[in-house]
Structure formats: structure tokens, C-alpha cells
């Protein structure tokens, strides 16, 4: 069975970094799937933010492009996002999900940017 | 970038209708759509990919269906455990989006 979990900071100061991981359980992220992270900002719909292999190979939101980074911990089956020059409008849920089909999710982790 | 609209942004039902959403897409996509249930305080779930291929496990009182720009979520008859927000997302080419999700109340 698929497990993904997302951990970090649920508090960041704007101008801040948000830095999130999801471990992933019941699989290798080694395999031949992308791994994926979604946003839905409080009320409001989801965002698509980004994938990575675990060759290294990553597809950003253009959107998001220019703030965000995504890696993955091969040795830890883990894959990380970060996210730069955070502001309010970057508050949201954060789920990792398995594939670019999105089909398991973790069960996401809220991120309020604040002072 | 292709973008997603969801119709309608909420719709209210009663128990045992037929309720349909649509999703419509800004340029062809094929059948690259999926369609999400998403229930309160929770991750949302794939009930069906590729368009039409309902998922292991979800109910046989959804289907989809369309190809190309225009897409539809069916639930032949709705249960009080279909109440959720529904959301379409395309993977047809990079980036990838979801529609703005349809709220679904019993009335």
C-alpha cells in the first residue's frame, strides 16, 4: 500500500522559505513514476505545482518557476519542495501525490505565511 | 498553458437525481482529463482517469465521459456520500490544471 506524507513548518515569515518534504512508504520512489505537489489555498481550488523524477528531471508551474525548487532524496525515499520569497497569497494546503495521474496523496499539511 | 472551466461552480440535488458536471477544456487534450473527489478536511481522490476509466473501487454510479475540449462527470444516483467538491485536471502537456471544482450539496 502507497503512503505519502508530508512534513515541515506549518508557520513562515513572508519574504521567508517554505521548505515542505513528503516520505514516501509502500513503494520506491525509484521507480517509473513522477512525483507530484498540489496547492489549495483556503477556500479555494487546486493548483498544480510541480513534478519530479527521480532522475532529477522536474517540471515547475510556470507560475511558480522563478520561487520553487523541487529534489528528490533517493537514499531517504523522500522528494522535497521549496518554495522562496514566500507572501500571503502562498498560504494554502500542500499535498504530495505519486504520478503525474495524481493518483495517491498525502494527506496534506497546512502553510500559514505570517509574521 | 490550456485552461480548465468547471460548470457549474455548485449545484444542489436530492438524494437518488442524476447529476452531471462538466469540464471543459481551452484546447484539445484527447481523453488526458481526470476527475477527483475531494471531501471536507480531506485529500482529494482520483474516481476516474483517461476520461472515461473508472478507478478500482469507486461506485458504478459514476462515469465519465468526452474527448477532446469537452468533458463530463455523471453520478446516476446520487448517494448522501457523494456530498464533496468534484475537480477536473488535465494531463495532456505541461503545466498541468484542474478546473475550479463544482460543490455538491443535497438539497
Known amino acids: 500500500q502507497v503512503q505519502l506524507q508530508e512534513s515541515g513548518p506549518g508557520l513562515v515569515k513572508p519574504s521567508g522559505t517554505l521548505s515542505l518534504t513528503c516520505t514516501v512508504s509502500g513503494v520506491s520512489i525509484s521507480g517509473n513514476k513522477w512525483w507530484s505537489w498540489v496547492r489549495q489555498p483556503p477556500g479555494k481550488g487546486l493548483e498544480w505545482i510541480g513534478e519530479v523524477f527521480h532522475t532529477g528531471s522536474k517540471y515547475y508551474n510556470p507560475s511558480l518557476k522563478s520561487r520553487l525548487t523541487l529534489s528528490v532524496d533517493k537514499s531517504k525515499n523522500q522528494f522535497s519542495l521549496k518554495l522562496a520569497s514566500v507572501t500571503a497569497a502562498d498560504t494554502a494546503m500542500y499535498y504530495c501525490a505519486r504520478g503525474s495521474g495524481l493518483t495517491d496523496w498525502g494527506q496534506g499539511t497546512l502553510v500559514t505565511v505570517s509574521s | 498553458d490550456i485552461q480548465m472551466t468547471q460548470s457549474p461552480s455548485s449545484l444542489s440535488a436530492s438524494v437518488g437525481d442524476r447529476v452531471t458536471i462538466t469540464c471543459q477544456a481551452s484546447?484539445?487534450?484527447?481523453?488526458?482529463l481526470n476527475w477527483f473527489q475531494q471531501k471536507p478536511g480531506k485529500a482529494p481522490k482520483v474516481l476516474i482517469s483517461?476520461?472515461?476509466n473508472l478507478e478500482t473501487g469507486v461506485p458504478s454510479r459514476f462515469s465519465g465521459s468526452g474527448s477532446g475540449t469537452e468533458f463530463t462527470l455523471a453520478i446516476s444516483s446520487l448517494q448522501p456520500e457523494d456530498i464533496a467538491t468534484y475537480h477536473c485536471?488535465?494531463?495532456?502537456?505541461?503545466?498541468?490544471?484542474f478546473g475550479q471544482g463544482t460543490k455538491l450539496e443535497i438539497k
Open positions: 483517461d476520461a472515461s
Open positions: 485536471q488535465h494531463y495532456d502537456s505541461l503545466p498541468y490544471s
Open positions: 484546447q484539445d487534450i484527447n481523453k488526458n
